[in-house]
Protein backbone atom coordinates (compact mmCIF):
# COMPACT_ATOMS: atom_id res chain seq x y z
CA UNK A 1 0.00 0.00 0.00
CA UNK A 2 2.56 1.97 1.24
CA UNK A 3 4.73 1.91 -2.71
CA UNK A 4 1.40 2.35 -4.72
CA UNK A 5 0.60 5.49 -2.49
CA UNK A 6 4.32 7.01 -3.36
CA UNK A 7 4.44 5.65 -6.63
CA UNK A 8 0.93 7.87 -7.54
CA UNK A 9 2.34 10.58 -5.41
CA UNK A 10 5.51 10.52 -7.50
CA UNK A 11 3.44 10.15 -11.04
CA UNK A 12 0.61 12.51 -10.64
CA UNK A 13 1.73 15.27 -8.20
CA UNK A 14 4.74 15.75 -8.77
CA UNK A 15 5.22 14.62 -12.52
CA UNK A 16 2.22 15.29 -13.61
CA UNK A 17 0.97 12.36 -15.42
CA UNK A 18 -2.50 12.62 -17.26
CA UNK A 19 -3.60 9.42 -17.98
CA UNK A 20 -5.12 7.06 -15.96
CA UNK A 21 -2.56 4.06 -16.91
CA UNK A 22 -0.45 4.29 -13.88
CA UNK A 23 -3.80 3.94 -11.30
CA UNK A 24 -4.64 1.34 -13.09
CA UNK A 25 -1.47 -0.40 -13.15
CA UNK A 26 -1.23 0.11 -9.64
CA UNK A 27 -4.80 -1.47 -9.04
CA UNK A 28 -4.48 -4.40 -11.21
CA UNK A 29 -1.00 -5.32 -9.63
CA UNK A 30 -2.41 -5.35 -5.76
CA UNK A 31 -5.42 -7.11 -7.05
CA UNK A 32 -3.62 -9.70 -8.87
CA UNK A 33 -1.15 -9.99 -5.48
CA UNK A 34 -4.32 -10.20 -3.52
CA UNK A 35 -5.91 -13.25 -5.58
CA UNK A 36 -2.46 -14.85 -5.65
CA UNK A 37 -2.48 -14.48 -2.06
CA UNK A 38 -5.34 -15.91 -1.22
CA UNK A 39 -4.41 -19.51 -3.57
CA UNK A 40 -1.49 -19.54 -0.68
CA UNK A 41 -3.30 -19.18 1.97
CA UNK A 42 -4.64 -21.73 4.73
CA UNK A 43 -8.09 -21.14 5.09
CA UNK A 44 -8.29 -24.06 7.19
CA UNK A 45 -6.42 -22.25 10.08
CA UNK A 46 -9.19 -19.07 9.95
CA UNK A 47 -10.57 -18.14 13.24
CA UNK A 48 -14.43 -17.70 13.74
CA UNK A 49 -14.72 -13.84 13.43
CA UNK A 50 -13.24 -14.22 9.98
CA UNK A 51 -11.12 -11.34 10.10
CA UNK A 52 -8.72 -12.72 7.67
CA UNK A 53 -11.17 -12.77 4.79
CA UNK A 54 -12.63 -9.05 5.97
CA UNK A 55 -8.91 -7.69 5.53
CA UNK A 56 -8.66 -9.16 2.00
CA UNK A 57 -11.85 -7.53 0.84
CA UNK A 58 -11.44 -4.83 2.49
CA UNK A 59 -8.11 -4.44 0.55
CA UNK A 60 -9.78 -4.82 -2.57
CA UNK A 61 -12.01 -2.33 -2.10
CA UNK A 62 -9.74 0.46 -0.88
CA UNK A 63 -7.56 -0.53 -3.95
CA UNK A 64 -10.62 -0.21 -6.34
CA UNK A 65 -11.90 3.06 -4.50
CA UNK A 66 -8.68 4.58 -4.84
CA UNK A 67 -8.72 4.16 -8.69
CA UNK A 68 -12.06 5.82 -8.81
CA UNK A 69 -11.69 8.61 -7.08
CA UNK A 70 -8.23 9.51 -9.23
CA UNK A 71 -10.39 8.63 -12.60
CA UNK A 72 -12.93 10.68 -11.08
CA UNK A 73 -11.55 13.61 -9.00
CA UNK A 74 -7.51 14.09 -9.88
CA UNK A 75 -7.10 13.12 -13.41
CA UNK A 76 -9.34 15.65 -14.76
CA UNK A 77 -8.57 18.38 -11.94
CA UNK A 78 -4.76 17.58 -13.49
CA UNK A 79 -5.99 18.57 -16.72
CA UNK A 80 -7.08 21.46 -16.30
CA UNK A 81 -4.77 22.72 -14.24
CA UNK A 82 -1.68 21.66 -16.53
CA UNK A 83 -3.58 23.83 -19.94
CA UNK A 84 -1.69 27.21 -18.81
CA UNK A 85 1.45 24.55 -18.99
CA UNK A 86 1.46 23.66 -22.08
CA UNK A 87 5.29 24.26 -23.72
CA UNK A 88 4.04 24.43 -27.41
CA UNK A 89 2.17 27.64 -27.06
CA UNK A 90 4.45 29.77 -24.78
CA UNK A 91 6.38 31.23 -27.94
CA UNK A 92 3.10 32.42 -29.14
CA UNK A 93 1.85 33.84 -25.66
CA UNK A 94 5.23 35.42 -25.07
CA UNK A 95 5.18 37.37 -28.72
CA UNK A 96 4.61 40.94 -28.30
CA UNK A 97 2.57 40.62 -31.91
CA UNK A 98 0.39 37.93 -33.48
CA UNK A 99 2.36 36.84 -36.63
CA UNK A 100 0.64 36.31 -39.57
CA UNK A 101 0.80 32.05 -40.46
CA UNK A 102 0.39 30.64 -43.54
CA UNK A 103 0.30 26.64 -43.55
CA UNK A 104 -1.22 23.46 -45.07
CA UNK A 105 -2.40 20.28 -43.43
CA UNK A 106 -1.21 18.39 -46.36
CA UNK A 107 2.00 18.21 -48.83
CA UNK A 108 2.66 20.62 -50.94
CA UNK A 109 1.38 18.11 -53.55
CA UNK A 110 -2.38 17.95 -52.65
CA UNK A 111 -4.59 20.64 -54.00
CA UNK A 112 -5.23 24.36 -53.10
CA UNK A 113 -8.22 23.59 -51.10
CA UNK A 114 -6.04 22.32 -48.35
CA UNK A 115 -4.01 25.72 -47.91
CA UNK A 116 -5.42 28.31 -45.24
CA UNK A 117 -3.95 30.87 -43.06
CA UNK A 118 -4.72 32.91 -39.93
CA UNK A 119 -4.41 36.85 -40.45
CA UNK A 120 -3.29 38.87 -37.59
CA UNK A 121 -6.15 39.14 -34.45
CA UNK A 122 -8.49 42.52 -34.52
CA UNK A 123 -9.12 44.03 -31.13
CA UNK A 124 -10.78 41.70 -28.82
CA UNK A 125 -14.41 43.73 -28.82
CA UNK A 126 -14.85 44.19 -32.63
CA UNK A 127 -18.16 44.75 -32.71
CA UNK A 128 -18.60 48.41 -32.81
CA UNK A 129 -15.86 48.68 -35.80
CA UNK A 130 -18.02 47.12 -38.09
CA UNK A 131 -20.76 47.45 -40.57
CA UNK A 132 -24.25 47.92 -39.81
CA UNK A 133 -25.16 44.31 -41.19
CA UNK A 134 -21.93 43.13 -39.08
CA UNK A 135 -23.07 44.73 -35.63
CA UNK A 136 -26.60 43.04 -36.41
CA UNK A 137 -24.68 39.86 -36.65
CA UNK A 138 -22.76 40.44 -33.39
CA UNK A 139 -25.68 41.46 -31.36
CA UNK A 140 -27.35 37.56 -32.20
CA UNK A 141 -24.07 36.20 -30.99
CA UNK A 142 -24.33 38.52 -27.54
CA UNK A 143 -27.98 37.88 -26.91
CA UNK A 144 -28.23 34.40 -28.43
CA UNK A 145 -28.35 32.81 -24.28
CA UNK A 146 -28.99 36.13 -22.13
CA UNK A 147 -30.50 33.86 -19.08
CA UNK A 148 -28.30 31.32 -17.53
CA UNK A 149 -29.71 27.93 -17.64
CA UNK A 150 -27.02 26.37 -15.14
CA UNK A 151 -27.98 26.50 -11.13
CA UNK A 152 -24.39 27.47 -10.47
CA UNK A 153 -23.48 31.05 -9.57
CA UNK A 154 -20.59 32.40 -10.67
CA UNK A 155 -18.20 34.85 -8.49
CA UNK A 156 -16.75 37.48 -10.91
CA UNK A 157 -12.95 36.02 -10.03
CA UNK A 158 -13.94 32.02 -11.18
CA UNK A 159 -15.58 34.32 -14.41
CA UNK A 160 -12.71 36.31 -14.84
CA UNK A 161 -10.67 32.62 -14.69
CA UNK A 162 -12.73 31.12 -17.13
CA UNK A 163 -12.02 33.78 -19.75
CA UNK A 164 -8.63 33.66 -19.33
CA UNK A 165 -8.87 30.04 -19.74
CA UNK A 166 -10.98 30.55 -22.92
CA UNK A 167 -8.50 32.47 -24.64
CA UNK A 168 -5.72 30.71 -23.67
CA UNK A 169 -7.34 27.49 -25.44
CA UNK A 170 -7.99 29.90 -28.53
CA UNK A 171 -4.40 30.37 -28.82
CA UNK A 172 -3.50 27.14 -28.54
CA UNK A 173 -6.13 26.08 -31.23
CA UNK A 174 -4.37 28.84 -33.59
CA UNK A 175 -1.21 27.34 -32.98
CA UNK A 176 -1.90 23.68 -32.88
CA UNK A 177 -4.10 24.25 -36.73
CA UNK A 178 -1.17 25.92 -38.22
CA UNK A 179 1.57 23.63 -36.75
CA UNK A 180 3.93 21.91 -39.63
CA UNK A 181 6.90 20.81 -37.57
CA UNK A 182 5.97 18.17 -35.34
CA UNK A 183 5.11 14.13 -36.38
CA UNK A 184 1.55 14.87 -37.83
CA UNK A 185 0.06 11.43 -39.05
CA UNK A 186 -2.77 10.75 -41.42
CA UNK A 187 -5.40 8.92 -39.95
CA UNK A 188 -8.18 9.10 -42.73
CA UNK A 189 -8.32 10.95 -46.17
CA UNK A 190 -11.36 11.23 -47.99
CA UNK A 191 -13.50 14.11 -50.62
CA UNK A 192 -10.55 16.70 -49.48
CA UNK A 193 -11.22 16.30 -46.00
CA UNK A 194 -7.96 15.21 -44.06
CA UNK A 195 -7.67 13.76 -40.54
CA UNK A 196 -4.17 13.75 -38.78
CA UNK A 197 -3.21 12.73 -35.21
CA UNK A 198 -0.52 13.55 -33.33
CA UNK A 199 0.91 11.57 -30.28
CA UNK A 200 1.76 13.17 -27.24
CA UNK A 201 3.69 11.87 -24.15
CA UNK A 202 1.59 11.64 -21.34
CA UNK A 203 -1.41 12.94 -23.12
CA UNK A 204 -4.02 12.37 -24.99
CA UNK A 205 -3.83 11.65 -28.88
CA UNK A 206 -4.50 15.47 -30.43
CA UNK A 207 -6.84 15.33 -33.28
CA UNK A 208 -6.53 17.92 -36.45
CA UNK A 209 -9.12 17.51 -39.57
CA UNK A 210 -9.51 20.13 -41.97
CA UNK A 211 -11.53 20.72 -45.25
CA UNK A 212 -13.17 23.26 -47.53
CA UNK A 213 -16.46 24.23 -47.05
CA UNK A 214 -18.53 26.05 -49.40
CA UNK A 215 -19.91 28.91 -47.83
CA UNK A 216 -18.43 32.29 -46.73
CA UNK A 217 -16.41 32.11 -43.30
CA UNK A 218 -19.17 34.42 -41.36
CA UNK A 219 -21.77 32.18 -42.52
CA UNK A 220 -19.35 29.23 -41.35
CA UNK A 221 -19.12 30.94 -37.57
CA UNK A 222 -23.24 31.17 -37.45
CA UNK A 223 -23.88 28.01 -38.21
CA UNK A 224 -21.29 26.28 -35.70
CA UNK A 225 -21.45 28.87 -33.32
CA UNK A 226 -24.45 31.47 -33.53
CA UNK A 227 -26.55 29.08 -34.75
CA UNK A 228 -24.77 25.34 -33.13
CA UNK A 229 -27.97 25.03 -30.43
CA UNK A 230 -29.16 23.50 -34.44
CA UNK A 231 -25.97 21.25 -34.42
CA UNK A 232 -28.46 17.70 -33.84
CA UNK A 233 -30.89 18.32 -36.71
CA UNK A 234 -28.10 17.99 -39.25
CA UNK A 235 -25.07 16.46 -37.65
CA UNK A 236 -25.89 13.36 -36.40
CA UNK A 237 -22.98 12.16 -34.20
CA UNK A 238 -24.48 14.84 -31.52
CA UNK A 239 -27.00 14.50 -29.75
CA UNK A 240 -27.53 18.07 -27.83
CA UNK A 241 -25.68 21.09 -28.08
CA UNK A 242 -26.50 24.49 -26.06
CA UNK A 243 -24.85 27.35 -24.12
CA UNK A 244 -25.57 27.12 -20.18
CA UNK A 245 -24.51 29.88 -19.28
CA UNK A 246 -22.94 33.48 -20.90
CA UNK A 247 -20.36 35.00 -19.42
CA UNK A 248 -19.68 37.95 -21.97
CA UNK A 249 -20.29 38.58 -25.56
CA UNK A 250 -17.29 36.29 -26.09
CA UNK A 251 -17.11 33.62 -23.48
CA UNK A 252 -19.68 31.25 -22.63
CA UNK A 253 -20.11 28.06 -21.10
CA UNK A 254 -21.65 25.51 -22.96
CA UNK A 255 -22.65 21.46 -23.17
CA UNK A 256 -22.74 19.16 -25.84
CA UNK A 257 -24.00 15.33 -25.78
CA UNK A 258 -22.00 13.17 -28.72
CA UNK A 259 -23.74 10.21 -30.03
CA UNK A 260 -22.51 6.76 -29.24
CA UNK A 261 -19.63 6.04 -32.12
CA UNK A 262 -17.72 2.52 -33.74
CA UNK A 263 -20.96 0.82 -33.52
CA UNK A 264 -21.49 1.19 -29.64
CA UNK A 265 -18.81 0.38 -28.66
CA UNK A 266 -17.86 3.70 -27.85
CA UNK A 267 -21.20 4.31 -25.64
CA UNK A 268 -22.58 8.42 -25.17
CA UNK A 269 -20.55 11.37 -24.00
CA UNK A 270 -21.27 14.55 -22.53
CA UNK A 271 -18.94 17.26 -22.28
CA UNK A 272 -18.72 20.60 -20.45
CA UNK A 273 -16.78 23.60 -20.98
CA UNK A 274 -15.70 26.33 -21.42
CA UNK A 275 -15.99 29.14 -25.41
CA UNK A 276 -14.33 31.60 -26.19
CA UNK A 277 -14.55 33.21 -29.73
CA UNK A 278 -12.91 36.01 -31.78
CA UNK A 279 -13.08 37.50 -35.43
CA UNK A 280 -9.10 37.83 -36.98
CA UNK A 281 -9.39 39.61 -39.72
CA UNK A 282 -12.01 38.40 -42.25
CA UNK A 283 -11.60 34.77 -40.08
CA UNK A 284 -13.12 33.37 -36.74
CA UNK A 285 -11.74 31.38 -33.85
CA UNK A 286 -13.92 28.97 -31.73
CA UNK A 287 -12.12 27.18 -28.89
CA UNK A 288 -12.67 25.83 -25.68
CA UNK A 289 -11.43 23.64 -22.77
CA UNK A 290 -13.66 21.45 -20.30
CA UNK A 291 -14.07 22.68 -17.00
CA UNK A 292 -15.56 21.28 -13.60
CA UNK A 293 -18.61 23.10 -13.44
CA UNK A 294 -21.13 22.17 -10.62
CA UNK A 295 -24.07 23.79 -12.31
CA UNK A 296 -24.60 20.74 -14.76
CA UNK A 297 -23.73 17.58 -12.94
CA UNK A 298 -23.23 14.49 -14.39
CA UNK A 299 -26.24 11.91 -15.42
CA UNK A 300 -26.06 7.99 -15.64
CA UNK A 301 -27.64 8.06 -19.23
CA UNK A 302 -24.15 9.50 -20.55
CA UNK A 303 -20.34 9.29 -19.42
CA UNK A 304 -18.64 12.54 -18.53
CA UNK A 305 -15.69 13.17 -20.69
CA UNK A 306 -13.29 15.83 -20.80
CA UNK A 307 -12.00 18.06 -23.42
CA UNK A 308 -8.42 19.54 -23.75
CA UNK A 309 -8.54 23.21 -25.42
CA UNK A 310 -9.06 22.62 -28.93
CA UNK A 311 -12.00 23.96 -31.58
CA UNK A 312 -12.53 25.57 -34.91
CA UNK A 313 -10.20 27.49 -37.08
CA UNK A 314 -12.62 29.42 -40.00
CA UNK A 315 -10.53 30.44 -42.37
CA UNK A 316 -11.67 32.63 -45.77
CA UNK A 317 -10.26 31.37 -49.11
CA UNK A 318 -8.23 33.79 -51.06
CA UNK A 319 -9.82 34.55 -54.13
CA UNK A 320 -13.31 32.91 -53.33
CA UNK A 321 -15.08 34.92 -50.55
CA UNK A 322 -17.82 31.59 -51.15
CA UNK A 323 -15.84 29.13 -49.32
CA UNK A 324 -14.20 28.23 -46.48
CA UNK A 325 -10.78 26.39 -45.20
CA UNK A 326 -12.19 24.53 -41.86
CA UNK A 327 -9.77 22.83 -39.48
CA UNK A 328 -11.50 21.59 -35.94
CA UNK A 329 -8.33 20.35 -33.38
CA UNK A 330 -9.83 18.30 -31.14
CA UNK A 331 -8.12 16.74 -28.02
CA UNK A 332 -10.72 15.02 -25.91
CA UNK A 333 -10.16 12.45 -22.98
CA UNK A 334 -13.69 10.21 -23.41
CA UNK A 335 -12.92 8.16 -20.05
CA UNK A 336 -14.29 4.69 -19.60
CA UNK A 337 -12.31 1.52 -20.19
CA UNK A 338 -11.73 1.76 -24.08
CA UNK A 339 -8.84 0.28 -26.07
CA UNK A 340 -7.20 3.11 -27.43
CA UNK A 341 -7.62 1.74 -31.39
CA UNK A 342 -11.14 1.86 -30.74
CA UNK A 343 -10.83 5.86 -29.63
CA UNK A 344 -8.86 6.57 -32.76
CA UNK A 345 -11.48 4.44 -35.30
CA UNK A 346 -14.00 6.48 -33.47
CA UNK A 347 -12.52 10.48 -33.04
CA UNK A 348 -11.05 9.93 -36.73
CA UNK A 349 -14.96 8.80 -38.21
CA UNK A 350 -16.96 11.45 -35.91
CA UNK A 351 -14.28 13.98 -37.75
CA UNK A 352 -14.82 13.14 -41.31
CA UNK A 353 -18.64 12.72 -40.32
CA UNK A 354 -18.93 15.95 -38.98
CA UNK A 355 -17.56 17.54 -42.26
CA UNK A 356 -19.91 15.25 -44.67
CA UNK A 357 -23.03 16.29 -42.63
CA UNK A 358 -21.72 20.19 -42.78
CA UNK A 359 -21.12 19.97 -46.46
CA UNK A 360 -24.38 18.65 -47.10
CA UNK A 361 -26.21 20.86 -45.22
CA UNK A 362 -24.61 23.84 -46.41
CA UNK A 363 -25.48 22.81 -49.55
CA UNK A 364 -29.12 22.53 -48.57
CA UNK A 365 -29.34 26.12 -46.84
CA UNK A 366 -27.21 27.50 -49.83
CA UNK A 367 -30.55 26.00 -52.08
CA UNK A 368 -32.78 27.44 -50.08
CA UNK A 369 -30.60 31.02 -50.59
CA UNK A 370 -30.09 31.18 -46.76
CA UNK A 371 -25.96 31.67 -47.61
CA UNK A 372 -24.57 35.38 -47.22
CA UNK A 373 -22.20 35.06 -50.39
CA UNK A 374 -23.64 33.38 -53.44
CA UNK A 375 -21.35 30.69 -55.08
Not at 217 to 237: C, H, M, S
Not at 334 to 358: E, M
Request: negative net charge; proline residues 5%; glycine residues 6%.
Amino acid sequence: AFGRSLLLIVSYWILKFQNRWIVLFTAATSTVYLVVKCFYYDFNALTEDYLEVFFIVACLVVVWTEYGYYEIKVLPAIRIAGLNEYEERRPLLNSGNRQEAKFSTASSQDPPESNFHTPRASPTDFLGEQSDSDEEFGNRVEFRSPVPMASEVLTIEKMEKYIELGKDALEYTVLMAADKDKPWKEEKRQNGIVCECLQRPKQTKLFRCSGLIDCCPKDAFRILYVDGEKQPQWNPTVLENKSLYKLDSHTDIAYNVAAEAAGGMVSSRDFVGIRYWEKRGPDYVSSGAGIDFDGKPEVKEHTRGLNGPGGYVINAVPDDPAKTQLIWVLDTDLKGWIPQYVIDKALSGVLVTFFQKLRAYVKQLRESGQLLVKA
